[in-house]
């Protein structure tokens, strides 16, 4: 029997106990489902029945403020508004009660309660607004049946919240129990499921495990040896020897593609060098010609060509770089990348370095990433000088511009830039992102103070 076929077996039987664990698990779901909607329910109700209390105790103070004042009248009309408000919002609550009652008895308690507000409103705005109207002075007989109703109402809320809280630590009660038995069944699964994962894969394990330390010292001796394939006997006939065969062809062919893509660039760049060289050696001699500007246009696109030439090589070839690190200052990569750039003025360019931290990389790859962010700074600067900063393991590079309109991420990819910019490729701040990736740095930008400023933290 093959690795595979004993795989299968394997896998199999685990996903038969997978899916009945599963099957549990969305049974539990269900239950947990309906306990909880039927507890919510519960609460709902709760909170309407306190909030009919809150209403029962509100007509009670509404009668004691105008008995009191009863003869303000301007008093009595506003408590009289107040305790029809109070009915209105009885009523909004009076379908969606009675309607989620859970039982005959519980729903003519509701009935029988909304009975008694009705009577309760009634008694306010029609009897004791009657004996105010006519200035009686006696509220003796009023007092004593709007008492009896408002306790009545108040015994049968008392009932129904006793009632719903009752049910609810039922249901909390029932839960608990479902909770402890769905946990005795699905540990049990899992163990049985633990002990056959193990019994079956133990001695898969074991057999595959030195072929997997074969291929494994074949894998280390291709990176340390620079090898371009895996030399390592594994047997024959088991999949391991057919992975590793698969591999060594894949990387047979990327050797082949990456050494014909590397002499395609090294043709291009040949090719397109020496037209561009001969092209502006031509220029030269036209340029005192009455065609003058028409001359430093054409050598202006010469350039550009040029310059869209290296970056793209650069580009590239950041692909295939292999990194050699080392330690230098910060300080030594500044001036590095400065030595590089031509730069008319050097008051241009303010130096700030509070921190001469050292830095891990390789310095030739770091130097062209801060050659082209000093070289956008000076390009879109709108007033100089622009300035370099370092400190706390951060470099920044700031310039007097305009913020940028997009997110840095979208500056990163190639060939992007400002709508109404003209000058550039969009694929400085490429290039940049690409050597600080490969470095695991991290390249940043924010706009403060009418400044541009973006940073390399390292």
Same mark, same amino acid.
């Given at each position: 029997m093959?690795?595979?076929?004993r795989?299968?077996?394997?896998?199999?039987?685990?996903l038969?106990?997978?899916?009945?664990?599963?099957g549990v698990?969305f049974y539990?779901?269900y239950?947990?489902?309906?306990i909880h909607?039927?507890q919510? #329910?519960r609460?709902d109700?709760?909170?309407?029945?306190?909030?009919?209390?809150?209403?029962?105790n509100s007509?009670?103070?509404?009668?004691l403020?105008i008995?009191t004042d009863?003869?303000k009248?301007?008093?009595?009309?506003?408590r009289?508004?107040?305790?029809e408000?109070?009915?209105?919002?009885?009523l909004?609550?009076k379908?969606k009660?009675?309607?989620n009652?859970?039982?005959n008895?519980?729903?003519?308690?509701?009935?029988?309660?909304?009975?008694?507000?009705?009577?309760i409103?009634?008694l306010?705005k029609?009897?004791?607004?009657?004996?105010? =109207?006519?200035?009686?002075?006696?509220?003796?007989?009023?007092?004593?049946d709007?008492e009896k109703?408002?306790n =009545?109402?108040?015994?049968?809320?008392?009932q129904e919240?006793?009632?719903l809280?009752?049910?609810?630590n039922?249901?909390?009660?029932?839960k608990n129990?479902?909770i402890e038995?769905?946990?005795?069944?699905?540990? !049990? !699964?899992?163990?049985i499921a633990?002990?056959?994962?193990?019994?079956?894969?133990?001695?898969i394990?074991?057999e595959i495990?030195?072929?997997?330390?074969?291929?494994n010292?074949?894998v280390?001796?291709?990176?340390?040896d620079?090898e371009?394939s895996?030399k390592?006997?594994?047997?024959?006939?088991n999949?391991?020897? =057919?992975?590793?065969?698969?591999?060594?062809?894949?990387l047979?062919?990327?050797?082949?593609?990456i050494?014909?893509?590397?002499?395609?660039?090294?043709?291009?760049s040949?090719?397109?060098?020496?037209?561009?060289?001969?092209?502006?050696f031509l220029?030269e001699?036209?340029?005192?010609?009455?065609?003058?500007?028409?001359?430093e #246009?054409?050598?202006?696109?010469?350039?550009d060509?040029e310059e869209l030439?290296?970056k793209?090589?650069?580009r590239e070839?950041?692909?295939f770089?292999?990194?050699?690190?080392?330690?230098f200052?910060?300080?030594s990569?500044?001036l590095e990348a400065?030595s590089?750039?031509?730069?008319?003025?050097?008051?241009?360019?303010?130096l700030?370095?509070e921190d001469?931290?050292e830095i891990e990389a390789?310095k030739?790859?770091?130097?062209?990433?801060?050659?082209?962010?000093?070289?956008n700074?000076m390009?879109?600067?709108?007033?100089f000088?622009?300035?370099?900063?370092?400190?706390n393991k951060?470099?920044?590079?700031?310039?007097?511009?305009?913020e940028?309109?997009n997110?840095?991420i979208?500056?990163?990819?190639?060939?992007t830039?400002e709508p109404?910019?003209?000058?550039g490729?969009?694929?400085?701040?490429n290039i940049?992102n690409?050597?600080?990736?490969m470095?695991?740095?991290?390249?940043?930008?924010?706009?403060?103070?009418?400044?541009?400023?973006?940073?390399?933290?390292?």
């Amino acid at each position: 029997m093959t690795i595979r076929q004993r795989l299968f077996i394997s896998f199999s039987l685990i996903l038969f106990i997978t899916v009945f664990i599963i099957g549990v698990f969305f049974y539990s779901i269900y239950n947990f489902n309906e306990i909880h909607n039927a507890q919510i #329910h519960r609460y709902d109700q709760i909170r309407r029945v306190e909030k009919l209390k809150e209403h029962n105790n509100s007509f009670s103070w509404i009668v004691l403020d105008i008995i009191t004042d009863y003869d303000k009248l301007n008093i009595v009309k506003e408590r009289l508004n107040k305790a029809e408000y109070i009915y209105k919002n009885v009523l909004f609550l009076k379908n969606k009660t009675i309607e989620n009652s859970e039982s005959n008895n519980e729903k003519k308690n509701l009935e029988l309660i909304f009975l008694h507000f009705k009577e309760i409103d009634f008694l306010i705005k029609n009897r004791l607004f009657k004996i105010v =109207e006519e200035k009686q002075n006696s509220f003796d007989k009023f007092n004593i049946d709007f008492e009896k109703l408002s306790n =009545e109402t108040k015994n049968l809320l008392d009932q129904e919240v006793d009632y719903l809280q009752n049910e609810l630590n039922k249901t909390e009660k029932n839960k608990n129990q479902f909770i402890e038995t769905i946990k005795i069944e699905v540990v !049990l !699964l899992l163990l049985i499921a633990f002990t056959l994962a193990f019994v079956i894969s133990s001695k898969i394990i074991k057999e595959i495990k030195s072929m997997l330390d074969k291929l494994n010292k074949g894998v280390l001796q291709l990176f340390n040896d620079d090898e371009n394939s895996i030399k390592v006997d594994i047997g024959k006939n088991n999949e391991l020897s =057919e992975i590793t065969n698969n591999l060594n062809s894949y990387l047979e062919k990327q050797s082949d593609i990456i050494h014909s893509r590397e002499e395609l660039l090294r043709n291009i760049s040949h090719e397109l060098k020496t037209p561009i060289t001969k092209g502006k050696f031509l220029l030269e001699d036209l340029k005192n010609s009455k065609y003058k500007v028409e001359v430093e #246009h054409i050598n202006n696109v010469f350039i550009d060509i040029e310059e869209l030439t290296n970056k793209l090589l650069q580009r590239e070839k950041l692909n295939f770089a292999t990194l050699k690190i080392y330690k230098f200052k910060v300080s030594s990569l500044i001036l590095e990348a400065l030595s590089k750039l031509s730069i008319d003025d050097e008051s241009k360019i303010i130096l700030d370095i509070e921190d001469d931290f050292e830095i891990e990389a390789d310095k030739y790859y770091m130097t062209l990433a801060l050659k082209n962010l000093i070289d956008n700074a000076m390009k879109y600067a709108l007033e100089f000088p622009i300035k370099i900063k370092a400190e706390n393991k951060t470099l920044y590079v700031e310039n007097i511009a305009d913020e940028l309109s997009n997110d840095l991420i979208y500056y990163i990819k190639p060939f992007t830039r400002e709508p109404n910019q003209q000058m550039g490729h969009g694929l400085g701040l490429n290039i940049v992102n690409k050597i600080v990736q490969m470095h695991k740095f991290k390249l940043g930008y924010n706009y403060k103070n009418s400044h541009n400023i973006f940073y390399i933290t390292f």
